[in-house]
């Protein structure tokens, strides 16, 4: 077990959770001020999608990035800032006709069209899927070569890239991009698990997939919903890193809304139980291997 957890804070995410929770960051400046308040709380990282201001929906407009970035900059937050590329990886088929696509389900995208975000605010880090998996009733597709494409052009741009992993065979993929020379150590691994249809969040699911990463790599792990909290106990004892933040979980308790620093500090609570803490953004960077904001 490390002593320094390095804490993500996942403000907002892509899901109409706004709904479900006033507490959803949805404009620039509130998606900007829980990354200030959770960096306050202990996070030394924080995962960023944005939202249309006028619907709360998910929006994929690049000037709403750079103004979130802009906006957190611009304060000084001392915070790492790890923008998603989760986008564009959707499809959906004709129920008469599986043969073709359903243009009103499909939101594909080429990998330079996932990237637009990242090559003009150029943050510290951002997201890289690696599965084709079931997600819900619809595929999520993120093919090989469009990941290497990624890949290749993130390191040109000098952001390293968080490899998001949800179930064993992705780490076998990440295995092979390594052995192709895509990634340079030390490798910054998310293993995400409670998704519908991936890994489990549980302690044996987990396990197996601490157990396959491969050498020289910085892994941190996050659960779903309410298996949150006790995937962030899990991951510190088996010393990797920890993610928490109303993307994934709306609850503090039953019936209690969360809020992002709330959720930060509950994961310091158990951080700190199990005799670590939280790693700075300072120290987050030096181990990550990338310079200041």
């Known amino acids: 077990m490390q002593k320094e957890v390095i804490l993500t804070c996942a403000l907002t995410g892509a899901a109409n959770s706004v709904p479900k929770n006033r507490n959803v960051p949805v404009t620039p400046k509130q998606i900007a001020d829980d990354a200030h308040d959770a960096a306050s709380a202990g996070a030394a990282a924080v995962h960023v999608h944005v939202r249309n201001p006028d619907t709360g929906l998910e929006s994929t407009d690049p000037n709403l990035f750079r103004e979130v970035v802009d906006r957190i900059r611009d304060r000084g937050t001392d915070v790492i800032i790890n923008l998603t590329t989760g986008i564009g990886v959707t499809v959906a088929f004709d129920r008469n006709d599986p043969s073709r696509l359903d243009p009103k389900g499909t939101d594909f995208w080429p990998p330079e069209r996932r990237l637009q975000h990242i090559e003009l605010v150029r943050p510290d880090v951002c997201s890289l899927d690696v599965p084709i998996m079931n997600f819900g009733e619809e595929p ?154």
Not at 179 to 207: H, K, N, S, W
Not at 210 to 232: E, H, T, Y
Request: aromatic share 6%.
């Open 140 to 293: 999520f597709l993120n093919l090989p070569e469009h990941v290497r494409v990624m890949a290749r052009r993130m390191r040109e741009l000098g952001v390293k890239p968080e490899i998001e992993c949800f179930d064993l065979g992705d780490l076998w993929a990440v295995q092979r991009y390594i052995d192709e020379g895509l990634f340079e150590p030390p490798y910054l691994i998310q293993l995400c698990t409670g998704v519908r249809y991936g890994a489990p969040a549980t302690p044996r699911a987990l396990m197996a997939l601490v157990d396959s990463l491969p050498k020289d790599c910085n892994w941190g792990a996050f659960g779903i919903g309410d298996r949150q909290m006790p995937i962030v106990a899990q991951a510190v004892l088996l010393g990797g890193n920890v993610r928490v933040g109303l993307e994934d979980n709306l609850y503090l308790a039953k019936n209690e809304l969360a809020t992002n620093p709330k959720l930060v500090e509950r994961a310091v609570g158990i951080i700190e139980s199990l005799g670590a803490g939280a790693a700075s953004a300072a120290a987050a960077r030096r181990r990550l291997g990338i310079g200041p904001t």
